[in-house]
């Protein structure tokens, strides 16, 4: 059955000053309903268009025989060649189909048994219309691997292990949270040595921290294989290999698993922005042409990145990377993905030196690049589509309305946004201006400013503010004295105590008021002290900075451990009172000379102190629901590294009375730099 039409009123109903960009939507939204009508009748619909990992590449038949399947139409010929053949280029020609794609079928050497062995060495060899031989790793290879002795160059390895040796899945998705609270990490970094971390180490070591210190969801970056370490997974050559520097696939598929019996959601931070220019071990010139999965010429290439834009106008470029998704849903149970680079992917600036002032004619003028908008709707329509549960984030800079709201209804698909205006602003606050000159209506409208009706995720910092050349809060905060003073054994200067105590108001602030999830960063939690910087030749190919030190939250006398606590207890109370998933805040309370902040969500008060110097007794707060109220959480306990100047036990009591546009209002003690969180009995 053909896709309905645009119903624009549910566009307008939602924005109405979306009212001028109708035809523009309608146009994006047709382009995306003529392509879901194409892959319905040519294809059979999402289901089996987004199975093409089942047809291409390297697939075993019950009986043993090997097909093996490629797109690339501009070989004349092509030839399947590996350690299973002596890499003979004579003895497995393969034969091409009218659209461009070589096949060979390799029957068993015995029953049941593959004429080519598990985790043998394989190319495809191949003569281009121009006469020119060239080898390639094939495009859908599911495992590739790298010997830094031999050479840089990836080897491409037939992944078919015996049947005792395939990971079983044995653990169910866990059904989607309520709201996502997302620990973002790296495996590779995931351990105090200078050396790369493993799957099983990370399964061991990191999952019960992440469990324990009350996220929900884990988003596992550097997984598509890449060929440079130091591009932090962002230069991805082989689609549907998990990286071999940490690991098998079943160790991986091991990790998905636990993270699941332990009620973790697992989503991949997916590239589908562009792809590493690699020729020998990625994509680029595969069949020896400019344009196979690319836009030939200026258009297929990102200047700032040095990297391969693709053609997401094209039929089987489309089938590549739908199927993609699927097959990291299907094969290793990922539950959702994060798509990186969205902004690059909309528009034809790539967002390189454009800033976005939130004119909506941005969003749907000429700058728009309607295949790559119509793409994102496709992968969002289908994936939802196919699993109801799955949760899809974009890290969009510009703001793009109806980026989470369903195709269906004009939108580009996405469950959550990344809130990335939130981190900039924090840093700029750090770098730039004395706490006294913090403007509480600025950090209140940073926070705050988000499209009503599509959800975003808020985060004080990701890995984009570890990298080096830029430093972590705890680092801007801290400084030097992370090395000196952070012993419980040394005095407590004011540097740190000021340090601790901003880090914790924040995270929560940020946590409770800046959107319908979160996300931190491996380490920040407890203020990890340093950078990140991956081994490269300018810092003498060195592992100190591509670690995490969990040895200094572990220690029990170094004050590491109190912003530990405080992340834990931030993210049980939001659990418990589900503030992430209740509607936006309302601030009662944004004063400028005392630096105070109030606001109430999930029948919550929350109340900050930013002044770096006073405190104050008997301070009078709005509050909309009459009762008995008492603290639930408070950056102030000895346990998160306060000075106890809170009685926990207090009780609050309301006077009927309008305060701040509230009926009642009620009085708090706060110190300085704290914050406090009321519940109500």
């Not at 189909?97 to 079928?105: A, M, P, Q, T, V």
């Not at 528009?347 to 728009?368: A, R, W």
């Not at 004395?434 to 009503?452: F, K, Q, S």
Request: hydrophobic letters at 35%; charged letters at 25%.
């Amino acid at each position: 059955m053909p896709t309905q039409p645009l119903d624009t009123k549910v566009v307008l109903d939602r924005d109405p000053w979306l009212e001028p960009f109708v035809g523009a939507i309608t146009h994006r939204f047709d382009v995306f309903r003529k392509w879901k009508d194409t892959i319905e009748e040519v294809e059979g619909g999402y289901d089996a268009f987004s199975k093409g990992y089942l047809e291409m590449g390297f697939n075993v038949d019950a009986d043993g025989t090997v097909v093996y399947r490629e797109w690339a139409p501009n070989a004349r010929e092509a030839v399947l060649t590996g350690d299973f053949n002596d890499w003979n280029r004579i003895s497995h020609p393969m034969t091409k189909n009218e659209f461009g794609i070589w096949e060979i079928r390799l029957p068993p050497t015995a029953p049941g048994v593959c004429a080519i062995p598990h985790d043998s060495k394989l190319k495809i060899s191949m003569i281009t219309n121009s006469g020119e031989r060239i080898e390639r790793l094939p495009a859908w290879i599911k495992r590739v691997t790298q010997d830094l002795s031999v050479s840089p160059v990836y080897d491409a390895r037939f992944w078919n292990p015996p049947e005792e040796q395939k990971y079983k899945f044995k653990h169910p998705r866990p059904p989607q949270p309520r709201a996502t609270r997302i620990y973002e990490a790296h495996v590779g970094i995931s351990t105090s040595e200078g050396r790369v971390g493993t799957y099983k180490e990370f399964t061991a070591n990191i999952l019960p921290r992440i469990r324990d210190l009350g996220y929900n969801t884990i988003q596992l970056m550097a997984i598509m294989e890449h060929a440079y370490y130091a591009s932090f997974g962002y230069q991805v050559t082989n689609f549907f290999a998990a990286s071999s520097r940490y690991g098998t696939p079943e160790e991986l598929k091991e990790l998905i698993d636990t993270a699941h019996s332990m009620g973790l959601t697992v989503l991949l931070d997916v590239v589908h922005s562009h792809a590493c220019k690699n020729v020998l071990d990625g994509l680029n010139m595969f069949d020896g042409s400019d344009h196979l999965y690319f836009h030939e010429g200026a258009k297929g290439r990102h200047e700032l990145w040095d990297s391969r834009l693709f053609n997401y106008g094209s039929h089987e470029v489309l089938r590549f990377l739908l199927s993609n998704l699927r097959f990291y849903m299907e094969e290793y149970m990922f539950d959702g993905f994060r798509f990186d680079g969205v902004t690059s992917m909309m528009y034809t600036h790539h967002g390189i030196g454009t800033g976005f002032s939130g004119g909506y004619h941005e969003y749907f003028g000429p700058g728009v690049d309607i295949e790559g908008v119509v793409y994102l709707m496709l992968a969002n329509d289908a994936m939802h589509q196919l699993y109801p549960n799955i949760i899809t984030i974009a890290e969009d800079v510009s703001g793009m309305p109806l980026l989470c709201v369903p195709a269906k209804s004009g939108g580009v698909g996405f469950d959550y946004r990344l809130s990335m205006a939130i981190p900039d602003m924090w840093i700029k606050l750090l770098k730039h201006k004395a706490d006294d000159e913090w403007e509480m209506g600025n950090i209140v409208h940073t926070l705050t400013n988000r499209r009503h009706g599509e959800k975003s995720i808020a985060y004080a910092e990701s890995h984009d503010q570890a990298l080096v050349g830029d430093k972590t809060l705890a680092f801007w905060l801290m400084d030097k004295e992370m090395y000196t003073n952070m012993s419980d054994l040394t005095e407590l200067t004011p540097v740190i105590a000021r340090g601790i105590a901003l880090h914790k108001m924040i995270r929560l602030l940020v946590h409770s008021l800046g959107g319908e999830g979160y996300l931190n960063f491996e380490g920040n939690e407890f203020g990890h002290p340093e950078w990140l910087d991956f081994p490269r030749e300018g810092n003498g190919n060195s592992f100190h900075y591509a670690r995490r030190q969990w040895n200094v939250v572990d220690d029990p006398l170094l004050r590491y451990k109190y912003l530990n606590a405080f992340d834990a207890a931030m993210n049980h109370t939001e659990e418990k009172y589900g503030w992430l998933s209740a509607p936006q805040a309302y601030v009662s309370l944004k004063h400028e000379v005392d630096k105070v902040i109030v606001f109430e969500r999930a029948g919550l008060v929350f109340v900050f102190n930013f002044h770096p110097t006073n405190s104050f007794s008997d301070y009078r707060i709005g509050v909309e629901e009459p009762g008995e109220y008492r603290i639930v959480l408070t950056s102030d306990e000895k346990r998160f590294g306060g000075f106890d100047n809170i009685d926990v036990n207090s009780k609050y009591f309301t006077t009927p009375m309008e305060w701040n546009n509230r009926k009642n209002w009620t009085q708090v003690y706060i110190p300085s730099r704290t914050c406090l969180v009321l519940a109500k009995n």
